[in-house]
T-cell receptor, first 111, second 114 residues
Framework: KQEVTQIPAALSVPEGENLVLNCSFT??????LQWFRQDPGKGLTSLLL?????REQTSGRLNASLDKSSGRSTLYIAASQPGDSATYLC??????????FGKGTHLIIQP | KAGVTQTPRYLIKTRGQQVTLSCSPI?????VSWYQQTPGQGLQFLFE???????NKGNFPGRFSGRQFSNSRSEMNVSTLELGDSALYLC?????????????FGPGTRLTVL
């Protein structure tokens, strides 16, 4: 059974810092890895999708990498802003098998 | 292009009742998945539909069911509601049938069972 673990569970940093969120998974089968953001009481916003044949994806201040051999993905956020405060979720899988989610990292950026 | 829409956004029911939630995927998306989110269990996969066929179901009791229509819209039904069914129910759509598809989520339906 696929398991996805996110570390840390919570993080509070001052504005402007660069930070790294970690995600590890137990099954390195050919799947996608997707990073999401969730604001309180809201749905999920897709941030980055790394397909199984890719190693990283970038969007603006966000960069996500995937290392299937070690079962790890990292989300790098550059120059953090208060608006980045949210819960960040990584998920492995897709299609008919659905996504397996980690518990998330609750991020607070202090102004 | 309009995103994934879910109705209703909020719902309050009592134990023993049944409920139907609706999801309209992004235009052109044929795969629809449903997830349950609770503080204790996090996000859990309920089921996935493609071309009106349920292809997979997560580890949920038979009280949870769903269907997909020819226009790709999907509904999920929960019968004989229990207090533990209180959750945020999220629907996601994907443009591809295989595993390569990025999933796009709706805003969710917040179900409270009293």
């Amino acid at each position: 059974k696929q398991e996805v673990t996110q570390i840390p569970a919570a993080l509070s940093v001052p504005e402007g810092e660069n930070l790294v969120l970690n995600c590890s998974f137990t099954d390195s089968a050919i799947y996608n890895l997707q990073w999401f953001r969730q604001d309180p009481g809201k749905g999920l916003t897709s941030l980055l999708l790394i397909q199984s044949s890719q190693r990283e994806q970038t969007s603006g201040r966000l960069n996500a990498s995937l290392d299937k051999s070690s079962g790890r993905s990292t989300l790098y956020i550059a120059a953090s802003q208060p608006g980045d405060s949210a819960t960040y979720l990584c998920a492995w899988g897709g299609g008919a098998d659905g996504l397996t989610f980690g518990k998330g990292t609750h991020l607070i950026i202090q102004p | 292009k309009a995103g994934v829409t879910q109705t209703p956004r909020y719902l309050i029911k009592t134990r023993g009742q049944q409920v139907t939630l609706s999801c309209s995927p992004i235009s052109g998306h044929r795969s629809v998945s449903w997830y349950q989110q609770t503080p204790g269990q996090g996000l859990q996969f309920l089921f996935e539909y493609f071309s009106e066929t349920q292809r997979n179901k997560g580890n949920f009791p038979g009280r949870f069911s769903g269907r997909q229509f020819s226009n790709s819209r999907s509904e999920m039904n929960v019968s004989t509601l229990e207090l533990g069914d209180s959750a945020l129910y999220l629907c996601a759509s994907s443009p591809l049938s295989g595993r390569a598809g990025e999933q796009f989520f709706g805003p969710g339906t917040r179900l409270t069972v009293l």
